[in-house]
């Protein structure tokens, strides 16, 4: 270059190190290449399949295997074969000698593992990829590798590739093998604690943890509380922890629980003294010169509603005021099913799949967090309200437990009474949730005697299961069996995930059957891998083709299997005679089964996720005002408690007159 003519030679580091990239690549690009069987009905199955035959009619007897990365290569390609996932372009001839190579292939891994011992362990372990790290553990079971090494050649070596203790974990054979050493691990790092928390307290592990025989409680309790006490343990495993119950298998006593509680509540202040997060919330007000009863609308990520005055002061009377909460406030719909509970249906992604949730968490969402906020903000609002003319809410529903249920339905003997309206709220909420508890009770011997005997109401005291409180309708309610055909249709028409919900960028929606509810489809608009999934649905009768218009085949039918979707249960009784016999024919099929029950299962659980214990993220307002352990001192505290107890009560009073009015009917 000194003579100032330009060259595109590269000086010797410089080749070395694009020769090295250009290797380092490769070698990316043929791990991404290598076969890898998740399951027979993964998606994956029809690019990997091809692949598999491929590299196992490629596979040369004389040469072997080579290192680590073929053997578990050839491993998964003979699950492929074995189970007949191979290319249906294979001549006779083809298939018959893939088939035959199987034998030889599962001979050649074995030699190789078999070949594994303390001597080489280390080198014939490196370069794992990374997808075949659980089919590696698999491996060195399955030929007694473990046995062969012992846990100070073998643990490192495999550490040397990469391999983490959550990995060893999931072995159950490697911790049977080396069970005192991975106890050990364990006890090693406080951060270790979490693997107990995804074992025992979080929901949707997707791979079993296997925990040392030796890992003691006592281990389980050191190794919790110095995760607790840690400046890196997770907020949100601390909440878990916070909220369960003892429990010595993790290590949990009620000082533990107190301890994460107040740990979490210091990670969360510190994290927001330097971030302001995002405003969500909802508002709810009166406006004196708004003529629709109700209008809603979203600011950001705050819901607003608005609520007429002027309707609100024309309906004083008793029954207009219950059902303003049912359709003004939107506590439930024409069919009686409550809106308040939180539905699979309203589960956005983020909630399903990127938030921590506990084993015996009650399963909820930003939807349900909307509703949960409003119906709580519109019961304070209208108690405000009412009491501006002299109306108590509590005295409502005495009026409809004690009167109207006599004199409209000639039911007797019910008996609620209303707090005092000089109680503190202290006092009301001491006094409401038994009554509450003491109205189902009543309700339970109604439909079990058809009487309400009052001696017989004293000899009960187990707590109330409000999702078993019986009703004296045969098959009330209508629900989903799962592993069944109508999974696939309801999944199909409604999920977010449909594969039939985009067509073209012009005509796509939220999901199918809105798409063909808003849009006029036609067959040739659907792409060819669609249209198995469309025949599905036409097959099951759920859609029709008019004129070559895709479109409902029936409004009864849809109805059916949209309240299945949305709101997890169907009213039987307030179906129409096509949409009845279409459960029928359903429930003959074995797609449906039907309960008689005063509560839907998400409602009878959404009250157990408000009053008790059922759930480990619950309020538990029965349990803390009926033990005295309430929350906080100020009235205000107990405010928030007393409205949500006059938003069950109300609740419960809505389902009691559906049924009411269905068995009377009937």
């Not at 028409?493 to 808003?518: K, P």
Request: charged share 25%; aromatic share 10%; proline share 3%.
């Amino acid at each position: 270059m000194g003579d100032g003519t330009e060259t595109d030679d590269l000086d010797d580091n410089e080749a070395e190190g694009h020769s090295e990239a250009a290797a380092g690549l490769a070698d990316v690009e043929a791990e991404v290449r290598r076969v890898k069987f998740y399951s027979a009905s993964d998606s994956s199955v029809g690019w990997e399949a091809p692949r598999a035959a491929e590299v196992a009619l490629a596979f040369d007897r004389a040469v072997g295997v080579a290192n680590v990365g073929d053997a578990l290569e050839l491993s998964n390609v003979i699950k492929f074969i074995e189970l007949g996932l191979v290319p249906q372009s294979l001549s006779a001839e083809e298939r018959s000698e893939l088939f035959a190579r199987v034998r030889v292939i599962r001979a050649a891994v074995a030699r190789f593992f078999r070949s594994v011992d303390e001597s080489n362990v280390s080198s014939l372990l490196v370069g794992v990829p990374i997808m075949y790290r659980s089919d590696l553990l698999e491996e060195l079971a399955r030929q007694d590798v473990f046995g062969r090494c012992c846990a100070s050649s073998m643990l490192p070596a495999l550490q040397k590739t990469g391999f983490v203790l959550r990995d060893f974990l999931e072995s159950k054979a490697l911790v049977r093998a080396y069970d005192p050493e991975v106890s050990s691990m364990l006890l090693a790092d406080p951060l270790n604690g979490e693997h107990l928390v995804q074992k025992y307290l979080a929901a949707g592990t997707q791979t079993p943890i296997y925990l040392p025989s030796t890992f003691s409680p006592g281990d389980a309790k050191t190794l919790m509380g110095s995760y607790v006490d840690s400046d890196d343990a997770h907020p949100n495993s601390l909440e878990l922890i916070s909220r369960t119950s003892d429990d010595t298998r993790v290590g949990i006593d009620r000082q533990v629980r107190f301890r994460a509680r107040k740990r979490r509540e210091a990670v969360v202040a510190k994290f927001f003294e330097t971030n302001n997060g995002l405003k969500t919330g909802c508002e709810v007000k009166l406006d004196p010169t708004q003529t629709a009863p109700a209008t809603e609308s979203l600011d950001g990520m705050v819901a607003r509603y608005s609520y007429s005055q002027a309707w609100f002061e024309e309906t004083l009377d008793s029954p207009s005021i219950l059902n303003n909460f049912q359709f003004v406030f939107d506590f439930a719909d024409a069919d009686g099913l409550l809106n308040l509970p939180s539905f699979y249906a309203d589960l956005g992604i983020i909630d399903r799949f990127m938030t921590s949730k506990g084993v015996r968490d009650y399963v909820t969402g930003a939807a349900y967090n909307v509703k949960d906020w409003s119906s709580t903000l519109q019961t304070a609002m209208y108690i405000r309200f009412l009491r501006s003319y002299d109306i108590e809410l509590e005295s409502l529903l005495e009026w409809f437990i004690n009167d109207y249920l006599p004199s409209e339905f000639g039911v007797t003997r019910f008996r609620f009474k209303a707090s005092s309206s000089t109680s503190s709220y202290l006092e009301r909420c001491r006094h409401l949730f038994p009554e509450m508890e003491g109205l189902v009770r009543q309700f339970v011997l109604f439909t079990e005697d058809g009487v309400v005997d009052f001696d017989m109401l004293e000899m009960s005291s187990e707590a109330v299961e409000y999702a078993d409180v019986p009703s004296a309708l045969e098959g009330k309610y209508v629900y989903r069996t799962d592993g069944t055909k109508l999974v696939g249709v309801l999944n199909s028409l409604f999920s977010d995930q449909s594969g039939l919900a985009y067509i073209r960028e012009d005509l796509q929606d939220v999901n199918f059957a809105r798409l063909v509810v808003m849009n006029r489809i036609e067959m040739g608009d659907f792409a060819p891998h669609q249209l198995p999934g469309l025949k599905y649905l036409i097959d099951h009768d759920v859609l029709a083709v008019k004129d070559e218009r895709v479109v409902l085949a029936s409004k009864d039918r849809f109805i059916v299997l949209y309240t299945l979707w949305t709101k997890e249960a169907v009213s039987y009784h307030h179906l129409s005679e096509a949409g009845r016999a279409y459960v029928d024919d359903m429930e003959s099929r074995g797609w449906v089964t039907r309960k008689a029950t005063l509560l839907t299962e998400a409602e009878g659980n959404y009250l157990d996720y408000m009053l008790n214990r059922k759930f480990h993220n619950g309020p538990n307002l029965r349990n803390k005002y009926s033990h005295g352990a309430q929350p906080g001192g100020s009235e205000e505290a107990h405010f928030a408690s007393y409205v949500a107890a006059i938003k069950l009560l109300v609740a419960l009073v809505i389902k009691m007159n559906d049924e009411f009015c269905l068995w009377e009917a009937t």
